[in-house]
């Protein structure tokens, strides 16, 4: 009878014959100069979580770090932009930019998760998202901020930013409020949540073997 042992020992093959799991180089680099804004993005989605993050609007940029740190990407966004008017533009423009660098950076979107969700709580706020880098826009977007401010930060453009990211990246992006009344709690545990659910979703799945994760071969 004969048997067969495990092979315990890799197999010599040329490297083209086998798989791509890891995409060498996930990083983009977008640039937006507008008569508004002017916006520049750098991104590496297999970072360790740094951010430098001037964009003049300060809360904006403490959301920004709570992507990158949580999502484990590193970010570097500088902008300028009317904030003499108000906050718009520039909340505006850098998520249109940081959108622009997703899309870029994760290319064809070969080998990745795709799908990503997190709950998260911060004291007594608590905020689902789930996304899915789809190719198809969409944004549903269930917050209940109960003041029109953080600070100086106009809290409607939470919701714009998202608007400008999700049309950008071509995502699709659910955001529950499940509990909350404290304003700055509710926005940051969305941030949080987003990162984290943007991380289980740009993360290389080795089963994929480099292949689109669609049963449909594109996205």
Known sequence: MQTTEPITEPIAEPMLDRPVILTPDRTARVSRKTGETDVHVGLNLDGTGRCSAQTGVPFLDH?????????LIDLDIQATG??????????????ITLGQALHQALGDRKGIVRFGHFVAPLDEALVQVALDFSGRPHLSYGLQIPTERVGTYDTQLVREFFVAVVNHSQMTLHIRQLDGINSHHIIEATFKAF?????????????????????????
């Open 63 to 71: 959301m920004l770090d709570q992507i990158a740190s949580h999502g």
């Open 82 to 95: 009317d904030v003499h008017i108000d906050d718009h533009h520039t909340n505006e423009d850098v998520g």
């Open 195 to 219: 990162a984290r659910a943007m991380r289980m979703a740009i993360e290389v799945d080795p089963r994929r073997a480099g292949k689109i994760p669609s049963s449909k071969g594109v996205l």
